[in-house]
């Protein structure tokens, strides 16, 4: 190979570590590539004070730059102005390879592609786009905050959709600064922990649906289509040059306010698609390593719903997903990580599942991953659902879709809930107990990005997907809600009033069930999708969050932040273990709940049952004395309840109940401090219909 005609000497370099790393030698990259025939490392460099790039590239020598797999190269320069990327050749009749030589491919180890603002177009898989940077940044001896996960509270966002809106000035508008000036706002809410959706490169533009309307061509705005699992988004940046050093900004001044950063993390996919989509990395690299194949026609096996599955068990992309992870808690201090999809992460090279898979393992037991926190969207697109099972190991968190189903039911009025609703509130030993797991592993939720958000759960029956360009046919059919009475908004004052109430009897039952709560952003203050359920390709109003509602349903508001200083304040609503039974020899176990319907002593777990009260005992096992709470739940669309509320127990300091929470009520009633006790507990307590009451012992 001749190098006269580079700018650098060329050295044969080293297979490890994979991507490029900068040595005081020069720069070296190491490519996996097993199937490949020729490797061309293709380079652009910038020429200073004019607007050119000098084009190199490098055909690698398999005697020379070749080591196993893996085909590397050293340039003896100290120069990493350059952008670089990969021609692959190989044998197409090796089952499975798919090579396209005139494609310049991502380097899936890559830390940064170039530049662009949102909306710009890429040139992934066209023009080289990998960059070489460096991680000086001064994080002011910042470290992980390690936030026990039974004071958590998760707070899930879209970068840009949160900060878009009339909520953040013009120049940081949806971006990494934008959440920046949101933290006081943040810290006032009363969250541990922000869940940002996905922050790792997407091509915004590789949406192929139009909007009926406008005809225009929508976005992907999500992003959970990866073109690289290292690479952050620089779109999301104010200065998409320096949108690393923005991004560690915004982590750093977050964990100053006491706030983790969590990442949403796609590993089950990437945005290459079927054959028919963009070929911009891993299908031109080794297309059957890192993709799960038909074995016979060598289809991809489409377990995302997206065209591809990751072949997340070859021993190659296990280390790429944990080497991806690593970084992203050494280089970005990030805190855990949700993985969408993640029962993909359990299948094998077949697509069959694994009963003890290795990728799952790994995670859970890598020692640079230990005090991360760790959560599983234990489904993915071909109906395999592993709520409650997807691990054994208490690391894992999984978002509780049973929780998220059975609450929204029950706040529909369906019969049949109140044996669910109670083993929810209980933190789901159902789920977690056999497994010897506890309450902590359900990260309860009532919305998420994927779906009505809660004021459109209380505001519409069906879904409203026409602008999505798709006949309305994409989106969950099946999204158990009810719209109070009247399909859409606005309505009218009573129904508005009906849907605030039942807005804030599940935002009550969340942050008062046992187990680790997550709203979406703007559910706090009555955001709404119109209808939308799928809202992935909207970036417009629909997905950007309007702050004008803050202030216009600043009761909402109020009444989320006190739930969770509620929460945060009292020990009983965030146990780390189940109740335990009551020991009938009176041994050493207390009473810690106790279940009724209208009357103490009373059950009724029938069908035709609407209505369940819980009293959560304050005496704790280390003998200090949290409040004593009784909670009364009101499933019936119609008709009042009337609670004679149990006396209090172990009635010590002349303890006597207070009302706490009013979901009916008006504003500041629903949720008021400084109540006046009531008698001696004989009287009943009427709850409205869909409403929750919750009483409070405190002392005389």
């Not at 025939?37 to 200073?48: C, E, N, R």
């Not at 192929?208 to 940046?237: E, H, M, R």
């Not at 898979?357 to 890598?366: R, V």
């Not at 009916?664 to 004989?682: F, K, V, Y």
């Amino acid at each position: 190979m001749s190098k006269k005609n580079y700018p650098w000497p060329i050295k044969r370099g080293y297979p490890l570590p994979l991507g490029v790393t900068v040595l005081n030698e020069g720069i070296n990259f190491a490519l996996f590539a097993r199937n490949a025939s020729q490797v061309t490392l293709v380079i652009d460099v910038d020429q200073a004070d004019i607007d050119e790039k000098d084009r190199y590239e490098i055909v690698l020598s398999a005697d020379e730059h070749r080591t196993g797999d893996i085909w590397h190269t050293l340039l003896e320069t100290s120069h990493c102005d350059i952008t670089y990327g990969y021609r692959i050749a190989g044998d197409d009749d090796i089952p499975g390879s798919v090579f396209y030589p005139e494609r310049i491919l991502i380097d899936p180890y890559c830390h940064a592609l170039s530049a662009r603002k949102w909306g710009d177009s890429s040139q992934y898989g066209i023009e080289p786009s990998c960059r070489i940077i460096t991680h000086d940044f001064d994080w002011n001896n910042d470290k992980p905050l390690k936030t026990p996960l039974a004071e958590t509270v998760i707070y899930e966002l879209h970068v840009r959709g949160f900060t878009q809106a009339n909520g953040s000035t013009p120049e940081i508008s949806g971006t990494y600064n934008g959440i920046i000036k949101k933290i006081p706002y943040l810290k006032e809410l009363g969250i541990s922990a922000v869940e940002l959706m996905p922050v790792t490169e997407f091509d915004e533009n590789d949406n192929i649906f139009t909007d009926p309307v406008s005809g225009q061509k929508l976005k992907n705005f999500w992003g959970y289509n990866p073109v690289s699992f290292f690479a952050l988004k620089s779109g999301y940046a104010c200065n998409p040059q320096d949108h690393i050093n923005e991004f560690k900004t915004m982590v750093r001044d977050l964990h100053r306010a006491g706030i983790e950063v969590i990442l949403d993390m796609v590993y089950n996919h990437t945005g290459e698609g079927d054959y028919q989509g963009n070929t911009s990395s891993f299908r031109g690299i080794d297309n059957s390593i890192y993709y799960l194949l038909d074995p016979e026609e060598k289809e991809y096996l489409n377990f995302s719903g997206c065209g591809n599955t990751l072949n997340c068990n070859h021993p190659v992309v296990r280390s790429l997903i944990r080497d991806s992870l690593r970084y992203w808690v050494m280089e970005m201090h990030i805190d855990g990580f949700r993985f969408d999809l993640a029962s993909i992460l359990g299948r094998d090279q077949e697509g069959n599942v694994l009963p003890n898979p290795p990728m799952i393992e790994i995670i859970a037991e890598d020692p640079v991953l230990r005090d991360t926190k760790i959560i599983a969207e234990a489904w993915d697109a071909a109906g395999l659902y592993q709520v409650g099972s997807f691990s054994t190991d208490a690391r894992w968190g999984e978002w509780n879709g049973r929780f998220r189903d059975d609450i929204r039911a029950f706040q529909a009025g369906h019969s049949g809930m109140i044996t669910r609703l109670a083993t929810r509130l209980a933190g789901s030993s159902d789920l977690y107990q056999a497994s010897c797991r506890s309450p902590l592993s359900s990260i309860n939720f009532i919305t998420s990005h994927d779906g009505f958000t809660l004021y459109d759960l209380v505001s519409y029956n069906q879904k409203h997907n026409q602008s999505n360009g798709e006949n309305n046919k994409d989106g969950e059919n099946n999204n158990i809600s009810w719209n109070s009475g009247y399909e859409g908004t606005p309505a009218t004052g009573k129904i508005e009033q009906l849907r605030k109430k039942r807005i804030k009897s599940m935002m009550t039952i969340l942050m008062l069930s046992q187990g680790v709560p997550m709203i979406t952003a703007g559910d706090e203050f009555g955001r709404t999708q119109l209808g939308n359920n799928n809202a992935w390709c909207q970036d417009n109003p629909i997905s950007w969050i309007n702050w004008q509602l803050l202030h216009d349903n600043y009761d909402l508001l109020r009444f989320f932040r006190l739930c969770a200083q509620l929460r945060q304040n009292h020990p009983v609503f965030r146990r780390e273990d189940f109740f335990h039974p009551v020991n009938p020899t009176g041994g050493e176990t207390a009473e810690e709940i106790r279940w009724q319907y209208l009357i103490p002593g009373q059950v009724d777990w029938s069908r035709e049952c609407h209505g369940l009260g819980v009293l959560l005992y304050g005496a704790r096992k280390d003998h200090s004395r949290d409040d004593d709470f009784f909670i009364m739940l009101n499933g019936d669309r119609a008709r009042m309840l009337h609670f004679t509320p149990p006396q209090v127990p172990h009635n010590r300091n002349n303890r006597k109940w207070h009302l706490l929470i009013d979901t009916a009520a008006e504003s500041p009633g629903d949720i008021q401090r400084d109540s006046d006790p009531l008698d001696n507990g004989t009287r009943p307590i009427s709850v409205a219909p869909l409403g929750i009451k919750v009483l409070q012992s405190r002392s005389a």
